[in-house]
């Protein structure tokens, strides 16, 4: 089918996929066009969450055995993306969020009394989307409870977006992945180049990791979470 310039660029373009829209869209309610395809495979409901978290730790344990998150519990839920920046600080970002890892804690002074790990996801996301997403934020939570407070936001951001960009090359989902190799905002694109150029010097993921708990144990732009800490990362 032949479609004139004019009308290729009044065709809306999938919020989830990136590609032009062919036959009937799905309109969300927060805005977003959403191809048959995407909706077809759309995870609306959070009954789904559980096996989602069961094939990114699986995903995570194969990319780096030592990533040790299956005993942690995490709460988990969908949102729509407008919520999900309201849950941060920096709520005048520009940038659309896709999920979210929120961690609360309490502490005496020689221990977590309590503390709680959280992430929520962006409702509507299809199913692989969303495994790219959780796994992202998922990294944030080992580098939570296996690095303590960072406080470089590209090494943060960078990080995760690398073991995202990884997974999505790994599943061949190459439109995402080649928008996350394109990207040239601080701190996902210029973190994830960071990454890649440091996954290249130690030739391998799991040197990747332990590069950084061996900056973590010397104090190399990280600290140990203060008593009664709240963060949030994107």
């Given at each position: 089918r032949v479609i004139c310039r004019s009308c290729y660029q009044r065709t809306p373009t999938c919020d989830f996929c990136f590609r032009k829209i062919e036959g009937s869209t799905h309109d969300y309610a927060n805005g977003l066009y959403s191809?048959?395809?995407?909706?077809?495979?759309?995870?609306?409901?959070?009954q789904a969450l559980p096996a989602i978290k069961v094939e990114a730790i699986q995903w995570l344990e194969a990319f780096y055995p030592q990533m040790g998150l299956r005993e942690i519990p995490v709460q988990m839920g969908l949102i729509p993306t407008s919520k999900l920046s309201s849950l941060l600080r920096n709520k005048g970002r520009k940038t659309r969020l896709n999920g979210v890892y929120l961690y609360k804690s309490k502490r005496t002074a020689s221990r977590v009394i309590e503390e709680s790990h959280t992430i929520f996801l962006e409702e509507g996301l299809p199913w692989k989307s969303c495994l790219g997403v959780l796994i992202h934020e998922l990294t944030h939570l080992w580098q939570n409870v296996t690095l303590g407070k960072m406080r470089d936001l590209e090494e943060i951001?960078?990080?995760?977006?690398?073991?995202?960009?990884?997974?999505?090359?790994?599943?061949?989902?190459?439109i995402q992945a080649n928008r996350?190799?394109?990207?040239?905002?601080?701190?996902?694109?210029t973190g994830l180049r960071r990454f890649l150029e440091l996954e290249k010097r130690l030739k391998s993921p799991a040197a990747v990791f332990e590069s950084m708990k061996l900056r973590s144990s010397l104090g190399s732009k990280l600290q140990e979470n203060p008593r009664g800490s709240f963060s949030v990362k994107a």
């Open positions: 191809c048959q395809g995407c909706f077809a495979q759309a995870v609306t409901s959070e951001e960078g990080h995760a977006t690398w073991v995202e960009f990884r997974f999505l090359e790994d599943i061949e989902h190459k996350l190799f394109y990207r040239q905002d601080y701190p996902y694109g």
